[in-house]
């Protein structure tokens, strides 16, 4: 027969045996109230028959009802559940036959060896609703439960895996594993890995720290574990001992967590582990890049959100873990931290000195020298680096080395060389004349060491490498060292004393190119303040000579009149105070209202200001 055919046959087949075992013709579905009893339990009876009417040595048992099965085990289900609520499947007689079909499914679903996962789980769900049933007497054997169940938790990864868990899982939610215990399912749920029955297991009895390693190992989950953790840790709804025993399993799990999404795990660390980190760095010992990486997620997640964590001495970032983070950066990222530690505090500057130090870290610590205030011994470190870098240019420097060896010395050495000038700059400032000089003429007198040397050992097409070094320091010593000094100085060097004319008279005209664009710089400041001082005199002159117009007639003091002042015989009365808003007033009257002592009375009257308005 043709596949469609048998699915058709098979679908009528189900309709029929629908209408028997329900009281109803078929295939009109009209009520038979007449048989509806002897039929539907003559044809159930025939269902549970062991054999066909003349069977063959390969028939298995129960043929019909495993036909039945094979074909649609939901559907052929659902005709016994529809079945079974009729009053005459009830009744003793009903009861009993209920009682052999789940006997024989039972049979059939664990002998056979056809039947998938899922219509095991169907099967076991249908006994379980019966046995729920009110007054039900369903008695299962519990040995052929065991029997399955143990074979939906083969270990078994060429099997379906996702519909043995589901089967298993409605196994458990249907109550048909509540004789077998929560312990043995959960030992058979951990070998046959179904982790989300192994989820509902762990949360019912509390054990959180094996729930953490089940959404771990889950590949399909896995995502789901740091809301987990998140409620868990934050949530006050759990009890502190549950909180210790996932804070636990974090520790242990703790490589796996940063594999998974390191920003999230440096998010929990700080909210729930922030004491923890010496053991969390521990956990990856081996893995330095991986240390970094946590440490450097931390300090960034507390740098955006500084409340939630609280360090020492007021700071969000504790200083021994930014300590940590320092001598990580020092081994795994070492071109960053100069910039690290002149753009934060918070940090142990002696301990991060020795670090530094310890790892050969040149231009961090001569910033933290000086900033330590030690400048002497930060140009100590910055001029062996600086004679190191000329030993090694020297070496790159002859005709037979290679372009690019030449090249990658020649640039190194020139950044350590600015590195020298902008620390002599900028700690300069602060020094006396005698002690820059010192400074900047020792510089200079290393710089013309190594022309010498350059001179003794290169070929002409690379001497006026070091000579361009030396006329930008040159350059930079303009007006920070006299002018007569350095020159006097570059004079008498060897260096200078035998070459051509020409690239002495570029130095010079460089220097001299300085000097002069200083000195025009100077004249034109001093020539601008000058100007300014002038007009803003000239402005205040012609302020004084302008006459003022008086607004009142008498003194508002003593409120006699302004103008007795000419003819009174009242010589203290004669001097009149007259402000620039118009105000006028008897000299002696304010006086003594301002109490204001004077030499003479003929002080002017700019001392005071007016008592109205308190214009000067």
């Not at 209408?19 to 025939?46: E, K």
């Not at 600086?386 to 010395?409: G, I, P």
């Not at 008086?550 to 003819?567: E, F, G, Q």
């Not at 009257?589 to 700019?606: F, I, V």
Request: one cysteine or more; hydrophobic letters at 40%; proline letters at 3%.
């Amino acid at each position: 027969m043709v596949l469609d055919e048998i699915v058709a046959l098979g679908n009528k087949l189900i309709v029929y045996l629908s209408c028997c075992l329900n009281g109803l013709t078929y295939p009109s579905g009209l009520p038979n109230d007449t048989h509806a009893s002897a039929i539907a339990l003559d044809v159930f009876q025939s269902l549970l028959a062991r054999h066909s009417r003349s069977p063959d040595d390969a028939e298995p048992v129960f043929v019909h009802l495993r036909t039945l099965l094979d074909f649609n085990t939901r559907e052929t289900l659902n005709v016994f559940a529809m079945a079974f609520n009729q009053p005459y499947f009830n009744d003793a007689k009903g009861l009993e036959f209920q009682q052999q079909l789940v006997d024989r499914l039972q049979q059939v679903v664990v002998h056979g060896e056809d039947f998938e996962p899922t219509h095991v789980s169907a099967v076991f769900t249908f006994i379980a609703r019966l046995m729920t049933k009110p007054d039900a007497k369903i008695v299962i054997n519990r040995m052929l439960i065991e029997q399955t169940l143990e074979v939906l938790c083969v270990a078994d990864s060429r099997s379906r895996h996702d519909e043995r868990e589901t089967a298993v899982m409605e196994l458990y939610h249907s109550g048909v594993l509540k004789h077998i215990g929560d312990k043995l399912v959960m030992k058979l749920a951990e070998t046959a890995k179904f982790f989300r029955l192994c989820e509902i297991l762990y949360e019912k009895h509390n054990m959180y720290d094996k729930l953490l390693n089940c959404y771990l190992d889950d590949s399909l989950r896995k995502g789901y574990i740091f809301g987990f953790l998140q409620r868990v840790l934050i949530s006050p709804l759990y009890e502190e001992a549950d909180r210790q025993l996932v804070r636990d399993a974090f520790i242990v799990r703790f490589a796996d967590l940063l594999a998974l999404d390191r920003a999230k795990t440096a998010q929990l660390t700080v909210s729930s582990l922030w004491n923890d980190v010496p053991r969390l760095l521990k956990v990856i010992s081996s893995d330095i890049m991986g240390q970094y990486l946590f440490v450097k997620a931390l300090f960034d997640f507390v740098l955006r959100t500084p409340s939630t964590a609280t360090g020492s001495e007021g700071t969000a970032f504790p200083m021994e873990y930014h300590d940590i983070f320092i001598e990580l950066m020092c081994q795994v990222r070492p071109d960053t931290v100069y910039d690290h530690i002149r753009s934060n505090d918070g940090f142990d500057a002696d301990r991060a000195l020795e670090v530094c130090r310890k790892y050969g870290l040149v231009k961090p610590m001569a910033y933290l020298l000086e900033k330590r205030g030690d400048a002497d011994q930060a140009l100590d470190i910055l001029m062996e680096e600086f004679n190191r870098m000329v030993c090694h240019y020297l070496v790159s420097q002859r005709d037979e080395a290679s372009t690019e060896e030449y090249e990658k010395t020649l640039h190194a050495t020139t950044d350590t060389a600015r590195l020298v000038m902008d620390f002599c700059q900028r700690v300069g400032m602060k020094m006396d004349q005698p002690s820059r000089e010192k400074m900047w003429l020792r510089v200079l007198e290393f710089m013309l060491s190594a022309i010498k040397s350059t001179d003794a050992t290169c070929g002409d097409s690379r001497k006026s490498d070091l000579r361009i070094l030396c006329v930008d320091l040159l350059k930079c010593m303009t007006g920070h060292v006299d002018l007569l000094v350095f020159l006097k100085l570059i004079l008498e060097d060897p260096a200078y004393r035998h070459g051509k004319f020409g690239e002495l008279r570029d130095l010079l005209l460089g220097i001299v190119d300085a000097y002069s664009y200083e000195t025009i710089l100077l004249s034109s400041t001093r020539n601008l303040l000058y100007r300014d001082i002038h007009n803003q005199i000239d402005r205040k002159k012609k302020s004084a000579s302008k006459a003022i117009s008086v607004s009142n007639d008498t003194c508002k003091i003593c409120d006699m009149s302004l103008r007795i002042a000419s003819y009174s015989d009242d010589k203290e009365k004669t001097h009149l105070a007259v402000f620039r808003c118009g105000h006028a007033f008897h000299t002696v009257c304010l006086k003594n209202l301002q109490s204001t002592p004077s030499k003479s009375e003929k002080e002017p009257p700019r001392a005071f200001r007016c008592p109205e308005c308190k214009h000067p």
